[in-house]
């Protein structure tokens, strides 16, 4: 049985800092691409940031580059978001996942396990 637990989320203030981590167990974790989503309230999930398998290539979306890192360690089974100089919009909740692909990839659908989220809300 694959689970991918999230956690770290919470209520901060702008411009501090975060760190979300999720933990995988059920499957082969260092042969799967990691990403990293998000919804915000009232809209659809949108992608975040990957990372490649050995964690050699990450890729962002727009709005993280600069201000957000992930990175993996296949050890501890575990793939982590730093979240720096936190704005009011990216109030949201936050869910990683796994692709049998390369890290490139920012579609939904590439995507087969998912965790159940983390909350994280940052307030002005």
């Known amino acids: 049985q694959v689970q991918l637990v999230e956690s770290g989320g919470g209520l901060v203030q702008a411009g501090v800092s975060l760190r979300l981590s999720c933990e995988a167990s059920?499957?082969?974790?260092?042969?799967?691409?990691m990403g990293w989503f998000r919804q915000p309230p009232g809209k659809e999930r949108e992608f975040v940031a990957s990372?490649?398998?050995?964690?050699?290539?990450?890729y962002y979306a727009d709005s993280a580059k600069g201000r957000f890192t992930i990175s993996r360690d296949n050890g501890e089974n575990t793939v982590y978001l730093q979240m720096n100089s936190l704005k009011p919009e990216d109030t949201a909740i936050y869910y990683c996942?796994?692709?049998?692909?390369?890290?490139?990839?920012?579609?939904?659908?590439?995507?087969?396990?998912w965790g159940q989220g983390t909350q994280v809300t940052v307030s002005s």
């Open positions: 990372i490649s398998w050995s964690g050699r290539y990450t």
């Open positions: 996942a796994t692709a049998p692909t390369r890290y490139d990839v920012a579609s939904l659908d590439d995507y087969n396990y």
């Open positions: 059920g499957l082969a974790f260092s042969s799967y691409t």
